[in-house]
């Protein structure tokens, strides 16, 4: 369940859509006929070959801020036009290449700099490093000294005040567990977990920030609102009412997050609605968040039907292996590939999206030719719907070594809880058939195919 909102392109306003339309046609062809797609999109991994991946093309950019919101913090740095823009620069680097302690102790100066553009975004950038690091309680103490007209009911500073002073830890019976791996409707990857003892089925979500459930899970698994104070959940469809929550015990195969953060939701929120197969709405029991994925190394195995879970330790690097990081947060996972020419593309990764899609920046960077299209699905008792939009084809990119041929992807205009303007989603439907590998500890996201 991605918590950022996003819509076709044919849903944009005009004067943005003619702009999107024009920017795209400055780098590649269109044919005016559209094409008809049956297919649903797909991102197929192929056989790493070493040496044969693209290098990082040199790119420069006018401003700091234009470098920074392409998340080129290197380019954004030697181009800044102050020491509290390079600072901010050093900070953001050494956050998203999993430094934090180095992070934390270079944005929290900046947080009184005397640029206001700079400040507001060290604000941003030092709640972005405190959520990762769990530590709502020093979260709280800066959102109440720090001086604010209104406090958003969505933000992480609000969400710290209702977490203040709960300490949570997770835990490894083995190194490496083994739990049965299901699909939604939709794709999204299932697997059974345990809430104060009581099996129930939850999603893994990349794209949720912190562990879901509704309240007819909580009351039967005896969890208890922590204050009475209604918060907001942003997702796709809009704002969602929720209560903040601390789980005593959840438990995914053989690790256990004792005292676990959450969000209870109604039963009717947390529904996923497949527009698209006109099928009723299917109930989901909770959501497993990027809160507690970040502290596994998880692997989404299609090809048997399973998830493993690894505790996480540093990658030994070998001799011709690419262990470079590719993975990072910021708000919002980001990985990082290259198109064929070496432009850096930038996704979300959001397991709990149906699919992957793209923006026009995708189009952009990779010259991919798109066109204008045609969405037909097949419903029940032989009907169909029909819908248009603007799509890429094929495009390839790299995520190091391996290639990924993006397939039928639909361009949005989608906008991301960060400060970089991203180009996309890679979504539940990306290493189906394959296999997964999600390691924050160490920045790697790793796709095999069948």
Known sequence: MAEHSAQYLRHAPATRVAV??????????????????????????????????????????????????????????????????RKLADAIEAFMGGNNAEADSIVVPLLSA???????????????????????TRLAFYADSAKSESRD?????????????????????????????????????????????????????TGSSITILTSDVADASHVEGVNG???????????????????????????????????IVSPGALQMREVSSGLMPQTIDGVIGFDVIRSLDLTIDDVNDRVIIRKPSPRASRKGDDHARNLSWYGVPIVTLLSETGAAVHLVLDTGAEETFGTPGMATKTHARWRAAERRTVQGFGGSKSESGIVIPSVRLYLGDTPLTFKRIFLYEARYPTIFALDGTLGADVGRGGIVRIDMTNGRLDIRGK
Request: with cysteine; net charge neutral; proline share 6%.
């Open 20 to 85: 999107c339309v024009t920017t795209l046609l400055a780098t590649s062809c269109i044919t005016p006929k559209p094409l008809v797609v049956t297919a649903r999109p797909a991102v197929e991994a192929s056989q790493p070959h070493p040496g044969d991946a693209p290098h990082a093309a040199v790119r420069w950019y006018e401003t700091f801020w234009k470098a920074l919101a392409d998340v080129n913090v290197q380019a954004a740095w030697i181009v800044a036009d102050s020491r509290e823009q």
């Open 114 to 136: 005397q640029d206001s553009v700079v400040r507001n975004a060290a604000r941003i950038t030092y709640g972005a490093i405190l959520t990762a690091e769990g530590n709502w």
């Open 153 to 205: 009911a969505a933000g992480v500073e609000t969400w710290a005040s209702a977490f203040r002073g709960v300490s949570t830890s997770v835990s490894f019976a083995d190194s490496i567990s083994v739990v049965p791996l299901d699909r939604s409707r939709s794709g999204v990857p299932i697997v059974p977990v345990r809430v104060n003892g009581i099996t129930r089925h939850f999603w893994l979500d």
């Open 229 to 263: 104070d209604t918060l907001e959940l942003v997702t796709s469809v809009g704002r969602l009412p929720t209560q903040a929550a601390v789980v005593s015990s959840l438990k995914v195969g053989g690790v256990t997050v004792t005292n676990a953060r959450a969000m």
